[in-house]
């Protein structure tokens, strides 16, 4: 049973989330041969305030 963890910032909307949903699975089938409903997609997100680059957390940089 393949697992896929993601991390992304938070803030996008529930359509996009679905389709990343989607496309992981999909990707996953078709790379591994593996059945699609045995494939796991977790999505974490993660506050701006709490994500830094350079530095800045993404929030100051508007992200």
Same mark, same amino acid.
């Given at each position: 049973? $393949?697992? &896929?963890? %993601?991390?992304?910032? !938070?803030?996008?909307?529930?359509?996009?989330?679905? %389709?990343?949903?989607?496309?992981?699975?999909? %990707? /996953? /089938?078709?790379?591994?041969?593996? $059945? !699609?409903?045995? /494939?796991? &997609?977790?999505?974490?997100?993660? !506050?701006?305030?709490?994500?830094? &680059?350079?530095?800045?957390?993404?929030? !100051?940089?508007?992200?």
């Amino acid at each position: 049973m $393949p697992i &896929i963890i %993601a991390h992304i910032l !938070e803030g996008r909307e529930r359509e996009k989330k679905t %389709a990343l949903i989607r496309n992981l699975t999909d %990707a /996953v /089938v078709k790379t591994l041969g593996v $059945p !699609e409903d045995s /494939v796991r &997609i977790i999505l974490s997100e993660i !506050e701006k305030e709490d994500y830094g &680059i350079g530095g800045k957390t993404a929030k !100051e940089l508007g992200r």
